[in-house]
């Protein structure tokens, strides 16, 4: 059995391990397009979404990585999980009460994890770590708004980071968690986006580093080509610092899908 990704824009992939398929961060409407309309930062696609919700794979869930739109779309999950009444839906604990509203689902169709926490679906084994969208934001109850999942299935370990920016401590959890493949989001950070209400993430160097001291061997980069006020140019990402560091980069293309290989 082979674990593949198929990109579907933004931080947006479904894997899929023999017949058994899991979304991450799916964002496959024009939400933001319309919420924004006309101010500052439109959020105008720059490419269609490869599939509508409806028409995505059965899941055996989608898993959110935090409350922003476009990895916790209304308009994605609730036709999504209307269409498919079996399919799960994970997020972070702390961000619960969104993620019921905008999936319209009840209670007992979400599955909230803390960092450290692990959840099975299917071939899937789902484990939360802490993510820092340019920092850790914590509910009243400590738990983290904004989680990274490592997923693991057919063999290979998958780390998803969600909207993560380099934090203290992160290369150390993640190495001691032996992870294959990495799918980082490399638009940046700046501060003209952050005082305009848009944190960041990591640059592709960053990404790059958090891999070769984690011990990650491929880096997926992702979060780009979606909207232009917010994105990163492949064409400028150092290749070079990756072949020297050990890293093996996999571009992804929209919406096609890629083999993820494990080393075990």
């Known amino acids: 059995m082979t674990l593949s990704a198929r990109w579907l824009g933004q931080a947006g992939f479904v894997l899929t391990a023999g017949a058994a398929n899991l979304a991450v961060d799916p964002y496959l409407s024009d939400s933001l397009a319309e919420k924004y309309a006309g101010r500052l930062f439109p959020h105008t696609r720059l490419r269609p979404a490869p599939l509508a919700p409806w028409e995505?794979?059965?899941?055996?869930?989608?898993?959110?990585?935090?409350?922003h739109t476009d990895h916790m779309d209304p308009g994605t999950l609730a036709p999504l999980l209307a269409a498919q009444p079996g399919t799960r839906l994970v997020c972070p604990r702390a961000v619960v009460d969104e993620a019921l509203r905008r999936g319209g689902v009840p209670a007992s169709r979400v599955d909230p994890l803390r960092a450290?926490?692990?959840?099975?679906?299917?071939?899937?084994?789902?484990?939360?770590?802490?993510?820092?969208?340019?920092?850790?934001?914590?509910?009243?109850?400590?738990?983290?708004?904004?989680?990274g999942y490592v997923i693991d299935a057919a063999g290979t370990r998958v780390y998803h980071s969600g909207d993560c920016a380099p934090w203290a401590g992160l290369p150390e959890w993640l190495a001691r968690m032996a992870i294959d493949v990495a799918l980082l989001p490399v638009n940046g950070?700046?501060?003209?986006?952050?005082?305009?209400?848009?944190?960041?993430?990591?640059?592709?160097?960053?990404?790059?580093?958090?891999?070769?001291?984690?011990?990650?061997?491929?880096?997926?980069?992702?979060?780009?080509?979606?909207?232009?006020?917010?994105?990163a140019d492949p064409a400028g990402f150092d290749l070079g610092l990756a072949d020297r560091l050990g890293v093996t980069v996999q571009l992804p293309s929209h919406g096609e899908s890629m083999i993820l290989r494990g080393r075990r």
């Open 116 to 147: 450290g926490q692990s959840a099975g679906f299917g071939p899937f084994t789902i484990s939360a770590v802490p993510s820092a969208h340019e920092e850790r934001v914590f509910d009243e109850h400590g738990d983290d708004r904004y989680l």
């Open 56 to 67: 995505l794979p059965p899941l055996v869930a989608v898993a959110c990585t935090h409350a």
């Open 189 to 231: 950070r700046d501060a003209y986006r952050r005082d305009n209400g848009v944190p960041g993430n990591f640059t592709f160097d960053e990404a790059v580093r958090l891999c070769a001291a984690a011990g990650i061997g491929t880096l997926v980069p992702h979060h780009w080509g979606m909207f232009a006020f917010n994105t």
